[in-house]
Antibody, heavy 119, light 110 residues
Framework: QLQLQESGPGLVKPSETLSLTCSVS??????????WGWFRQPPGIGLEWIGS???????FSNPSLRSRVTLSVDASRNQVSLRLTSVTAADTAVFYC???????????WGQGTLVTVSS | QSVLTQPPSASGTPGQRVTISCSGG????????VSWYQHLPGTAPKLLIY???QRPSGVPDRFSGSKSGTSASLAISGLQSEDEADYYC???????????FGGGTKLTVL
């Protein structure tokens, strides 16, 4: 059974870089059959797509975040990663990673991790 | 403001059938397929419907999806208390080259 677990610092200072990892068990991040996605939900607001990618393939990202977002895959650790630069309080959210058969469909999700941006 | 428009809330009594709408445009719903997710905040979102009408294995057939033109709908029949959650529609947008989420609909089971 595929399992995804997000991890990272719960608190990030404004203007710094937020880095999250998604550890994958029960499946390989190098499979070309699947896409990996990142999502977030700010407090009191709905879900938002951050970006999608597949191993050694094209990366797609939300135009509103594109200049600040980097998605990557670490095959040696079987992890996918998200970097978001120059964060502000508006980036405070629960962040989720997910896997799916298409860049816009995701059937396995992690439980999410809360990241607060504050000094 | 989301480009995919959903009603902010919906409600029904146990056993009833409720429908949640999702309205978009020609660059998203009109030219792509729609997915629906069920979400309880703080938990993992769950894929209910993909490719407009398809249910992943394990999703009860009480949940059904449809699409017509630039709009889509999620129907839940035989409403149960455990269906109380937030529901989101999503679709690929060709103009943005990305995934759009609707604003979400909070379903209350009375």
């Amino acid at each position: 059974q595929l399992q995804l677990q997000e991890s990272g610092p719960g608190l990030v200072k404004p203007s710094e870089t937020l880095s999250l990892t998604c550890s994958v068990s029960g499946g390989s991040v190098t499979s070309s059959a699947y896409y990996w996605g990142w999502f977030r939900q700010p407090p009191g607001i709905g879900l938002e797509w951050i970006g999608s990618m597949y191993y050694r393939g094209r990366t797609f990202s939300n135009p509103s975040l594109r200049s600040r977002v980097t998605l990557s895959v670490d095959a040696s650790r079987n992890q996918v990663s998200l970097r978001l630069t120059s964060v502000t309080a508006a980036d405070t959210a629960v962040f989720y990673c997910a896997r799916g058969p298409r860049t816009d469909v995701f059937d396995y999700w992690g439980q999410g991790t809360l990241v607060t941006v504050s000094s | 403001q989301s480009v995919l428009t959903q009603p902010p809330s919906a409600s029904g009594t146990p056993g009833q059938r409720v429908t949640i709408s999702c309205s978009g445009g020609s660059s998203n719903i009109g030219s792509s397929t729609v997915s629906w997710y069920q979400h309880l905040p703080g938990t993992a979102p769950k894929l209910l419907i993909y490719s407009n009408t398809q249910r992943p294995s394990g999703v009860p057939d009480r949940f059904s999806g449809s699409k017509s033109g630039t709009s889509a709908s999620l129907a839940i029949s035989g409403l149960q208390s455990e269906d109380e959650a937030d529901y989101y529609c999503t679709a690929w947008d060709d103009s943005l080259n990305g995934v759009l989420f609707g604003g979400g609909t909070k379903l209350t089971v009375l």
